[in-house]
T-cell receptor, first 111, second 114 residues
């Protein structure tokens, strides 16, 4: 079992839809949770970074962490074609310097 | 300012040859990471440098893989006697400190072993 599980998709949605991307994790030591966006043939870029449980909002993006169920979510409101990319979730324990990534979900927003 | 750069962007090699991949981190970033991204496998941690030393080499898949970092800056990842299963995108990232919120990735080197 991978430490971070993520459905690879692809997920296709119409422009303007609310997108929900999800991951589960098994490592209880994770304290920090991240979402990265990766465009084709580019390196991942950090989108959202949260500590412990709770919600964090940044513009159209909301990250949600539920440590009790080991569940991580990213919501994208009013999705745009420019949001089409692969989204990777990740966990980090802090005491051991390794970020553990999910496989990534490929998202396509159709105009 | 300049981001993380990697060279070459693409490398095609024959099975059994050695390859060297280079990473130039953001100036002043003390931590440097190498990852491998394969289709269907996601991002796999290979090795991490703090300064010039590598506290964690646990992700290197075999003794054919090695990496070094000099002057607290440039890093090279060397793969000896390449195999077809080494084909992947090799990504480098650097960060100011140890927190991942300052971690920036390079564009990667796409390695194809024929």
């Amino acid at each position: 079992q991978k430490e971070v599980e993520q459905d690879p998709g692809p997920l296709s949605v119409p422009e303007g839809a609310i997108v929900s991307l999800n991951c589960t994790y098994s490592n209880s030591a994770f304290q920090y949770f991240m979402w990265y966006r990766q465009y084709s043939r580019k390196g991942p870029e950090l989108l959202m970074y949260t500590y412990s449980s709770g919600n964090k909002e940044d513009g159209r993006f909301t990250a949600q962490v539920d440590k009790s169920s080991k569940y991580i979510s990213l919501f994208i409101r009013d999705s745009q074609p420019s949001d089409s990319a692969t989204y990777l979730c990740a966990g980090f324990s802090g005491g051991y310097q390794k970020v553990t990534f999910g496989i990534g979900t490929k998202l396509q927003v159709i105009p | 300012g300049a981001g993380v750069s990697q060279s070459p962007s693409n490398k095609v090699t024959e099975k059994g040859k050695d390859v060297e991949l280079r990473c130039d981190p953001i100036s002043g970033h003390t931590a440097l990471y190498w990852y491998r991204q394969s289709l269907g496998q996601g991002l796999e941690f290979l090795i991490y440098f703090q300064g010039n030393s590598a506290p964690d080499k646990s992700g290197l898949p075999s003794d054919r893989f090695s990496a070094e970092r000099t002057g607290g800056s440039v890093s090279t990842l060397t793969i000896q006697r390449t195999q077809q299963e080494d084909s992947a995108v090799y990504l480098c990232a650097s960060s100011l400190g140890l927190a991942p919120d300052t971690q920036y990735f390079g564009p990667g080197t796409r390695l194809t072993v024929l």
